[in-house]
């Protein structure tokens, strides 16, 4: 036990080395697979070809980017005082970002890549059974989940070794410890800005080729999903990969790190005495999360079905229940042997049992979380039924109903939210807050896996159709992508619940760094940040809908013109120009993404250098709570409005009376998955990296915008009131004795 108090934070990045030696073994595996016939992997080839050239054209952009801003903040880390205030930072922050920013797109293209070998292969696997087709699919998915969190920990863990060896901390209270997690942040805000361009980079090319696909294949040619005619069916498989495997994939390993980071900032703070040099408050969540990648490894055993008959969904509970379960029961020994009895946060005093408590309410609001979205975007559910019914009288009501079900979803998840906050708050502080958004966040490998199952299966099925397989394959590929709509939606549920607390803890820590005390509302310039904060999402979102919007208008054009100018497609007889379709995305994302992406990183920094940190407080509190509102709104829409549309490939009743596929109903189902897509896909999931790297920005200049905001001196005033005392004497006669004051003020 003594070596393992000694040698724990060598543990930390072991950890996360153990679940990047799994994930290989699981790659491995899945290569092994059978991956069906020519035809079949001549597709397979053109997907990953097409998906491999976005991610090099946003490598070249990004790249840019990155260098430019590592020599800002390289800059930035060189100035030393400011009006004779001393800065803890360091020239080093720069290569900490870069190292975030190349961790961050290496989880992305590890996710891609075992996509883009699984789909094929789960495709081939449903022609013998269901069962080895989830098998397959998951896998796939596991790859991506453990090369996300073992990346995070495994960067985070060996770049907190290192910082500590080179600014030579000696006490975990120190400068140089308050210098060495600055540094850090460096790592979480080059995470979370290649997060930002890949997720809405690779939200806009895969809905502008699936507009472009339903609208013109569906709608106007009549041709089935993925039917090999369309020229605009592989871009659409395309995206699936770069959007919902590689932007998931760095959306949720920038969750992961912002969420210790914020933590660690918040540990700082506590001064204890325990057996890990005092280190324990700011160790326990990079512990909890590491030993949260062997938990969701454990988990992953846990789900396999029986047969054709067995339920998917259930399955793939069974192995998220058992994770989060482990985690729960784990979390209670990690803390009693880490913490002392009592801990201090700015004047909050709390127990060890209580930062467990608060771990455990992160884990209950996540999975809270989860079930809410399942239940508003799953078939056969009231809210999707819903959706189904109000089809059978046109377009319209269809877009009515789903606008509805999304704006109602979002009653339960933020009352869920609120109470998470106030429970984890009235345990532990807001080192409750932060440690119970780093407890929902420590099975985030099992939760990535069965995230990444979705698009797998969507993208096998594709391929089953395109290469003109027996119907059973199919119907076994669509058996699993309606569960993978499902997982998806939950997932994005989780991402924006753990983008909230994390949000709050990122806040938190600002406001320390930043030597504000309170954000008064009261002030006008505060209430003007406020609202402009609030106003930042909705033209975050109208950026991202807009750009699919024109992507998806040049995408129609290209598919119609394939159809007009080349004689023989309809007839099987010649083959669509599907490269053309693919690069019209690839350009398409690639110049639509910057916008918001300035959007982002340049306002906290103008916000905070003009107008200093409270105004930027109230700036970060309307992103925040507008933020996770439009998050869950459009997430939870699209994903029901696409479920809906799914539910007439099966049949559904309507007033006593079944409609099926190429129906009327079903035409109106189509036109709001259409309008679903760019909410579920593009601008609701690129809600919860909005609201993080907002904070993130505003936690990295919190030190400079704190000098400007208290003049270069930390001034106190103290007041006196004039206080007028009566008195009478042995006649009865009053005295009025006077004693004024004048306000002192102490400098030091």
């Known amino acids: 036990m003594d070596f393992l108090q000694n040698n724990l934070i060598y543990a930390i990045p072991a950890l996360g080395l153990v679940g990047i030696i799994v994930m290989l073994i699981k790659s491995a595996w899945v290569s092994k697979q059978d991956a069906g016939d020519e035809k079949m992997q001549e597709l397979a080839g053109y997907i990953a070809d097409g998906a491999m050239a976005f991610l090099k054209a946003e490598w070249r952009v990004l790249s840019i980017f990155a260098v430019f801003t590592a020599a800002l903040l390289a800059y930035s880390g060189t100035i030393t005082e400011i009006k004779g205030v001393p800065m803890h930072s360091s020239w080093i922050i720069s290569i900490s970002f870069i190292i975030g920013a190349v961790f961050s797109a290496s989880a992305g293209y590890i996710g891609m890549k075992a996509a883009t070998k699984a789909n094929v292969r789960t495709t081939q696997a449903a022609r013998t059974s269901l069962k080895q087709a989830l098998k397959v699919s998951f896998t796939g998915g596991t790859v991506m989940g453990l090369g996300v969190a073992g990346l995070a920990v495994l960067g985070l863990g060996g770049l907190f070794i290192a910082f500590l060896q080179i600014f030579h901390v000696t006490n975990a209270n120190s400068v140089e410890m308050r210098t060495a997690i600055e540094v850090l942040t460096g790592f979480s805000l080059g995470a979370e800005s290649i997060a930002l361009f890949a997720r809405v980079g690779g939200g806009i090319y895969t809905k502008a080729a699936d507009v472009g696909a339903d609208l013109v294949g569906k709608v106007e040619a009549g041709i089935p999903e993925d039917d090999v005619r369309n020229p605009a069916t ?47 408050p700011i160790l326990l969540p990079m512990v909890i999360c590491g030993l949260g990648i062997i938990f969701s490894i454990i988990g992953t055993w846990f789900v396999t079905i029986k047969d054709e008959k067995s339920n998917v969904q259930n399955a793939l509970n069974l192995g998220n229940w058992s994770s989060i379960i482990i985690t729960a029961v784990s979390s209670y020994f990690i803390v009693k042997w880490m ?110 896996a069965i995230d990444a199952f979705g698009p797998i299966a969507d993208n096998a099925g594709g391929i ?83 750009a699919v919007g024109k992507a998806a208008m040049d995408m129609v054009q290209e598919v119609r013109r394939q159809f007009r100018e080349i004689p023989g497609i309809m007839e099987y007889k010649a083959k669509p120009e599907y490269e053309k379709c693919v690069a019209i995305s690839t350009k398409a994302s690639i110049r639509e993404m910057m916008m918001p992406g300035a959007i982002a990183l340049i306002t906290p920094i103008v916000i905070g250098f003009t107008f200093g940190p409270e105004v930027l407080g109230g700036l970060l509190a309307g992103v925040t709570v507008t933020g996770v509102l439009m998050g869950i709104f459009q997430s939870n829409a699209g994903g029901a409005w696409d479920n809906a549309k799914k539910s007439f ?100």
Do not use: W
């Open 234 to 280: 592989i871009a659409d498989n395309v995206g699936d990969n770069v959007g919902d495997v590689a932007g998931m994939g760095a959306d949720l390993f920038g969750s992961y790190v912002a969420t210790i980071l914020a933590t660690m900032v918040l540990g700082q703070e506590i001064t204890v005495v325990d057996k890990f040099g005092g280190m324990s």
């Open 339 to 448: 913490l002392p009895e009592t801990l201090n946060l700015r004047g909050y005093e709390f127990s060890s049992i209580n930062v467990f408590y608060a771990i455990i309410v992160g884990l209950v609001v996540g999975t809270i979380m989860s079930v809410v979205t399942e239940y508003f975007t799953a078939m056969g559910k009231g809210p999707v039924n819903s959706i189904i019914q109000q089809s059978s009288t046109g377009h319209a009501t269809n877009i009515i109903a789903g606008l509805s079900v999304g704006m109602k979803s979002t009653v339960i998840p933020i009352l869920v939210l609120a109470g998470g906050i106030m429970a984890s708050y009235h345990f532990a502080g807001l080192y409750g807050v932060a440690i119970a958004a780093a407890g929902m966040m420590a099975t985030t490998a099992m939760q990535l």
């Open 464 to 546: 089953a159709e395109m290469s003109q397989l027996p119907p059973e394959v199919r119907e076994r590929t669509d058996n699993l992508d309606a569960v993978g709509n499902t997982t998806a939606a939950t997932g994005k549920g989780f991402a924006i619940a753990s983008a909230a607390l994390t949000s709050l803890a990122l806040f938190a820590a600002f406001v320390g760094i930043a030597g504000i005390t309170a954000i008064d509302i009261y002030k006008a310039p505060v209430l003007a940040g406020l609202f402009v904060g609030g106003m930042i999402p909705f033209i975050f979102s109208a950026l991202c809908i807009q």
């Open 649 to 748: 490939e099966q049949g559904v009743m309507i007033n006593g009376e079944m409609f099926y596929k190429k129906s009327e109903p079903h035409k109106a189902s189509v036109t709001g998955d259409t309008v679903g897509d760019p909410f579920k896909d593009t601008s609701g999931p690129s809600m919860n990296i909005l609201i993080k790297l907002m904070s993130i920005v505003s936690l990295v200049i919190a030190p400079y915008i704190a000098v400007k905001a208290v003049a270069g001196e930390q001034r106190q005033e103290v007041r006196k009131e004039i206080r007028i005392q009566q008195k009478t004497d042995a006649s009865g006669k009053v005295i009025i004795d006077t004693l004024v004051n004048t306000t002192d003020t102490l400098t030091h």
